[in-house]
């Protein structure tokens, strides 16, 4: 009966342990409302669903795991363009910095090629990299 006036399955309600001669006495839908209201008679919370997994498997996506041919929507050349352009800028970049003396030819080329094989995403994270490893020649700061 009490799972009729909650709105709820018969697994979902609580009874108080310590009051259960009260909630046997009750016979009508009006004694058992006024249990609920006593909080006698509780309706349980429904589980929620958990973010754990969820948590888990985005922890691993940052780490650049599950990117398989099976986790891919869209064409390979969507993918294909936006690479095309964050290594033209990153480039450009580093063409600059060594024309404007603010690398060595050798860090250049040891930059261009770590761009090249995706050590960098962005711009912003090649020119923490030089700051970081001190890459710049004596002097030179980047803005």
């Not at 390979?76 to 800028?89: G, L, V």
């Not at 970049?93 to 860090?107: C, N, Q, V, Y």
């Not at 962005?122 to 700061?141: D, H, P, V």
Request: hydrophobic share 25%.
């Amino acid at each position: 009966m009490a799972s009729d006036v909650l709105g709820c399955g018969k697994n979902k309600v609580w009874v108080d342990p310590d009051r259960q001669e009260e909630v046997a006495d009750a016979i009508t839908k009006a004694d058992i409302r006024r249990l609920i209201q006593k909080g006698i008679v509780k309706k349980k919370k429904v589980n929620g669903q958990s973010k754990g997994r969820a948590r888990k498997k985005k922890r691993q996506k940052d780490k650049g795991r599950r990117k398989g041919h099976g986790s891919r929507k869209g064409s390979s050349q969507k993918r294909k363009e936006k690479w095309m352009s964050n290594i033209r800028a990153q480039r450009k970049l580093l063409k600059s910095f060594r024309e404007e003396g603010k690398i060595s030819k050798s860090t250049y080329r040891n930059l261009y090629k770590k761009a090249k094989g995706g050590r960098f995403n962005s711009k912003k994270q090649l020119k923490g990299y030089i700051k970081k490893e001190r890459m710049l020649e004596e002097g030179e700061e980047i803005e």
